[in-house]
Nanobody
Framework: QVQLVESGGGLVQPGGSLRLSCVAS????????MGWYRQAPRKQRELVAQ???????NYADSVKGRFTISRDNARNTVYLQMNSLKPEDTAVYYC???????WGQGTQVTVSS
């Protein structure tokens, strides 16, 4: 079971930016598809973005043009660059290995003035 550790969450004003990171404890990270999900209070967890082992990406309509998922296989890390943040982006953000089903512990993102 691969372990995933997220970081980079915090409090940011509307219109601001944050970059989330997720480090995976595996020697075969480059073969994994990875995803970012989020869960707001009283809502179901939802997909935000995915990146395949080959670098192909997929985004939720609500974040297209604002968020960018990327990966650095040399660092076993997947990133989520979040720009033009809105209050409705407030949630706990989770990293997931789509290949193994493993989840990280989550990192809180709060967008508020």
């Amino acid at each position: 079971q691969v372990q995933l550790v997220e970081s980079g969450g915090g409090l940011v004003q509307p219109g601001g930016s944050l970059r989330l990171s997720c480090v995976a404890s595996t020697s075969i990270f480059n073969f994994y598809s990875m995803g970012w999900y989020r869960q707001a209070p009283r809502k179901q967890r939802e997909l935000v973005a995915q990146i395949s082992s080959g670098g192909g990406t997929n985004y939720a309509d609500s974040v297209k043009g604002r968020f960018t998922i990327s990966r650095d296989n040399a660092r076993n890390t997947v990133y989520l660059q979040m720009n033009s943040l809105k209050p409705e982006d407030t949630a706990v953000y989770y990293c997931r290995s789509e290949s193994t089903g493993s989840w990280g512990q989550g990192t809180q993102v709060t967008v508020s003035s």
